[in-house]
């Protein structure tokens, strides 16, 4: 039974930065896809960032790139948000994902895989 658990989210004052944490505990996999949701309140739930596993193929959500860096460590199952210049649109919920089908990594796979329980963050 693989359980995702996100650490990381906070408040932060527009301008500065959070990293996110995600790792990946239960069923030891080898490949997959994870990647990052968020959702806030007055806003669909969004894609923010993906990678593969194996190899490290990365997307970005358009309202991210050239901010957020996803990065991660296949021996420690995890996966990392580095998110620079925060802005006030950027708070909300956000989920870590994964999916451990051997379908190539996209956002429609990851959103029926296995999410986190979220973690906040809020810039003002």
């Known amino acids: 039974h693989v359980q995702l658990v996100e650490s990381g989210g906070g408040s932060v004052q527009a301008g500065g930065s959070l990293r996110l944490t995600c790792v990946a505990s239960g069923a030891p996999y080898s490949g997959g896809c994870m990647g990052w949701f968020r959702q806030s309140a007055d806003k669909e739930r969004e894609e923010v960032a993906r990678?593969?596993?194996?190899?490290?193929?990365?997307t970005y959500g358009d309202s991210v790139k050239g901010r957020f860096t996803i990065s991660r460590d296949k021996s420690k199952n995890t996966v990392y948000l580095q998110m620079d210049k925060l802005q006030a649109e950027d708070t909300g919920v956000y989920y870590c994902?994964?999916?451990?089908?051997?379908?190539?990594?996209?956002?429609?796979?990851?959103?029926?895989?296995?999410w986190g329980q979220g973690t906040q963050v809020t810039v003002s």
């Open positions: 990678t593969s596993m194996n190899p490290g193929t990365i």
């Open positions: 994902v994964l999916d451990r089908s051997a379908r190539p990594c996209s956002w429609t796979a990851l959103r029926s895989g296995i």
